[in-house]
RNA sequence: GGAUAGGUGGCAGAGCGGUCAUGCGUGGGACUGCAGAUCCCAUCUAAUAGGGUUCAACUCCCUACCUAUCCUCCA
């Protein structure tokens, strides 16, 4: 398998372990609603996680929850709560729209508060290196100590323009280091350690929960490409300062942004529109299928149209589908794949996830199952199902119809008598039969004198 | 100012040193009592601009211009 590194660009993947896999994807601040941003990435390591997994390998997919952060205070003290009231919420929610979305693979959903005693190690640790100082306000990690700060975003810390964006602290030792330990205010929630109460920094929750669960390096990290610098520079350099090891990760994988009229989906931006918004009009299927076939380091434009069309193509695979399962007899068979097909597929696959050229020849696939579908045989009809419902377990994209609803028998008896009715230019009487049946969840096609038909 | 990724047909969007994906849209045709689905054909001699390398460049190199992201909140 070849993946994509942010640092290295394209490399051979040779896991740290033999036949395991230990995948950390940067979780959500539970402060707010997911928007449609947040969820391509999901989405995305989800199918990574499901392809690896029908390659053989034992995945292990952890991901962090940051439970505890300013956004979350400052929340909580806008509406009057408490700031574990907010991360419960945004919690539960954040799953439930996971489950929405078919996203099932992640083995650990880790809170960050409940990794206090790691993170404290690791200060610890860190401090005890000389990374590590304080100043009125928290601790924080020397950047220029650990000598490969930059190297995975390509950044000079030279020439990193201090307070670009945020307020130079002037009593940092360097304007780019970043804080570890932050020292409790009043009114706000606090742990304690052994340099005073206060709560962890955003970078060392990921450090501690992924040192916890794989150790000091691992198979692979994503996230959104925006966390490149500096949450994954930040992680690169606490870990590593520890461990002395040369990597943190094997790859780095990051997926791009949204845009919506020419600008990042972004909360501070307030140009978000919400996942569950866009739920309301779209299945799972279609949002999966949306985000999936188009390549996932690229920055996507978000639009209704856009969503539309690919909608549009998804229903064309969809309908060759449920054809394929009544040909078959819903018998679909994995093994019977004799033009190799499937191994083509998997070697697109195996080049980077490449998802979108993967869609391409599906659909290709398509237009010849299209093409022969109806003098093809059960048995290569069962072939093609087996090769869809292959891809559907890590895409996800595919409904998959129950055999519930109408019997076969009477469907097939109330064709004959429709026919009859058209036979005998009743049309009103056919027509009420089709509607009656569409009603009911099956859709009649007549093609070349025969009448096929399939559940909706 | 620095860093990163890009600029492809009406639109979306890949790959590739020669044969120019894929989808959507649009127009036409086949099949149909109608509808739907599907297939066929067309839209297509597409590549930001200017240089260079090469027998050959959309694909490699250089320059310019433009866009997005990051420069310590962000997926």
């Not at 205010?185 to 206060?198: A, D, I, V």
């Not at 990760?249 to 931006?269: D, E, P, R, T, Y």
């Not at 087996?386 to 519930?404: Q, R, T």
Request: proline letters at 2%; one cysteine or more; hydrophobic letters at 35%.
């Amino acid at each position: 398998m070849q993946i994509k590194d942010t640092m290295k660009g394209k490399t051979e993947f040779h896991e740290l372990h033999k036949g395991r896999v230990n995948m950390f994807v940067c979780g959500p601040t539970v402060y707010d609603i997911p928007h449609v941003g947040n969820s391509r990435v999901y989405v995305f390591f989800d199918m990574v996680a499901k392809y690896l997994r029908t390659r053989g390998y034992s995945v292990f997919y952890l991901q962090n929850i940051t439970d505890i952060d300013d956004k979350i205070i400052n929340r909580a003290a806008e509406e009057g709560s408490d700031y574990q009231a907010v991360s419960d919420r945004y919690y539960s929610l954040y799953m439930d729209i996971m489950k929405s979305l078919g996203i099932d693979s992640v083995n650990i959903y880790a809170r960050a508060t409940l990794y206090m005693d790691e993170i404290i190690s690791q200060i610890q640790r860190l401090q005890d290196l000389g990374y590590v100082y304080a100043t009125d306000d928290g601790l924080y990690f020397r950047i220029r100590k650990f000598v490969d700060y930059g190297k995975l975003s390509g950044q000079d810390i030279d020439h990193i323009e201090a307070g670009a964006r945020v307020e130079v602290n002037e009593k940092k030792e360097d304007p780019g280091d970043f804080a570890v330990w932050k020292f409790r205010k009043p009114g706000e929630p606090f742990w304690n350690s052994p340099w005073g109460e206060g709560r962890p920094g955003w970078h060392i929750e990921d450090t501690a929960i992924t040192e916890c669960h794989f150790g000091p390096s691992y198979d692979i990290h994503g996230g959104g490409s925006d966390l490149i610098f500096p949450h994954h520079e930040a992680e690169i350099a606490q870990m590593r300062a520890i461990s002395g090891l040369p990597i943190l990760a094997s790859v780095w994988m990051h997926v791009g942004m949204l845009n919506i009229n020419g600008n990042k989906m972004s909360k501070s931006l307030k140009n978000f529109i919400t996942i569950d918004q866009v739920m309301r009009s779209h299945s799972r299927e279609e949002i999966r299928f949306y985000f999936l076939n188009s390549g996932y380091r690229s920055t996507m434009i978000f639009s209704d149209a856009a969503l539309k069309e690919s909608s549009e193509t998804l229903k064309r695979i969809q309908t060759t589908y449920d054809k394929l399962v009544i040909k078959a007899g819903g018998r679909a068979s994995l093994y019977a794949d004799r033009q190799g097909i499937s191994q083509k597929l998997q070697g697109i696959m195996d080049n980077d996830f490449d998802s979108r050229e993967f869609f391409a020849e599906i659909m290709k696939m398509t237009t010849e199952i299209n093409r022969a579908i109806d003098s093809m045989d059960a048995e290569s009809a069962a072939s093609y199902l087996g090769i869809f419902n292959w891809m559907n377990s890590f895409m996800g994209i595919l409904k998959e119809k129950s055999d519930e609803g109408i019997p076969v028998k009477l469907v097939d008896d109330l064709i004959s008598l429709r026919n009859q009715m058209r036979r005998e230019k009743m049309f009103s009487v056919s027509d009420a039969i089709r509607e009656i049946l569409f009603r009911n969840g099956i859709i009649l096609e007549d093609r070349e004198g025969v009448t096929e038909w399939r559940r909706s």
